[in-house]
């Protein structure tokens, strides 16, 4: 992990500009944290190309940072300047074409779409997550928030670090992942917006109906996509607090 | 409106049992609740039987009132010390038939239940907030918490004083009570226990849908009907925080 910019925002907050490898990504940490008192630590998901979503990523890095989490993201696979994958595009074309014409979105499109990304980013992630455990201000319990929620199924699987997660019922989620989702254990708290025009509402229940979890929150709230609710956005807060302080 | 009894809880809580005709109640207020500074109210919602609930009434009533909040309950019909209905009556035993023989409750019985029940509490509802609003220490707005859940609707609809509702999706809803459903307008704030042995899950998400209010959240947590956790009542209580201060 190399830093390549940094500043420090109005309320104290550093923010820093790193690449890890290829992949470049934000960590935000508060201004109590240092090597004495480190930060416990979100990894912040999103849908990606982080220069089009950094003003929401930092809104809610500083919201956390403010909570005393230190916050960190990376860029998706074949989001932002990372490479595309021919594949990939096709898949979201595909995807693009069903939506317009108001067909049923195949499974085959929402495989093809997500389950590479899935397979290539939860590594990313780890890696990140490798990394930042190594700085001497940020220490754990992890929490992982938001984003593509099938990475977010994955990385709560396969990596014992992350003890908590708020995931987004928002995205397509392919039929695999379910099995996935019957060995989450960790405490979960789950977003949904009850008319996102991009989400099967009843698949999204469903989802939430297989997680493993024996400590599992449903907050599901009106409006579409973008319309999450200051209330849920505390509500989420709180759950990090509660399992990450 | 007729006080039978007080006392000072330790936190400084006042705790009056009162007749209103035949209907016994409790109204709790607030140290701080004066002539100068009436308390908002939270009417509380139960399934019947006073006595026997008093220790999770009060339990919420002192909640309410460390934020500031008078709060008020009475007797449902046909419960506590109130005469049966022979109807009722009957319709609860073919109800508790059908459940322990595992067979699918009809909605017939359902109907006999609940419909008489609610068309009997609402107006005892309103005379109890009629009286209660005239006391100079209670202000509004006015919450209605918890309780027969089909009770809370008919309020929601009917009671224009009620500004804001906290629903458990935890009894049964006669079908003629989700066109009710429909005209409620009211910031809606709905509990449900994914695994409530009582409930049907599919049901409550449906009449969820039809709440006509524009600001409603679900709030889904493990557990069977009792298990609702600490962080649920919580977001419960921030709700009316919002909506009633």
Do not use: C
């Not at 998706?76 to 317009?100: C, I």
Request: glycine share 10%; proline share 7%.
């Amino acid at each position: 992990m190399r830093f390549t910019s940094e500043q420090h925002l109005d309320d104290g907050v550093l923010e820093r500009a790193f690449t890890l490898g290829e992949i470049p990504g934000i960590l935000w940490t508060p201004g109590s944290a240092s090597a004495s008192a480190p930060a416990p630590l979100i990894l912040l998901g999103h849908p990606g190309g982080l220069h089009k979503l950094y003003p929401r990523l930092v809104a809610r890095a500083r919201h956390s940072a403010a909570e005393g989490f230190a916050t960190a993201t990376i860029e998706l696979p074949g989001s932002g300047d990372r490479p595309r994958s021919p594949a990939a595009e096709q898949a979201r074309a595909d995807l693009r074409r069903a939506l317009e014409a108001g067909e049923p979105v195949d499974e085959e499109i929402v495989d093809r779409l997500v389950l590479p990304l899935v397979d290539k980013a939860a590594p990313e992630w780890q890696a990140a997550l490798d990394a930042l455990l190594a700085l001497p201000e940020i220490g754990g319990p992890v929490g992982y928030s938001g984003g593509v929620i099938a990475i977010g199924v994955r990385l709560a699987v396969v990596e014992p670090r992350i003890s908590a997660a708020v995931l987004f019922a928002g995205s397509f989620v392919p039929r695999a992942l379910f099995e996935e989702a019957r060995q989450v254990t960790i405490p979960l708290h789950v977003l949904l917006q009850w008319d996102d025009e991009g989400n099967d509402r009843q698949r999204a229940l469903d989802l939430f109906d297989a997680f493993g979890s024996e400590e599992k929150t449903l907050n599901a709230n009106m409006g579409g996509h973008t319309g999450v609710p200051q209330s849920a956005g505390d509500a989420a807060a709180r759950f990090f607090t509660r399992h990450l302080s």
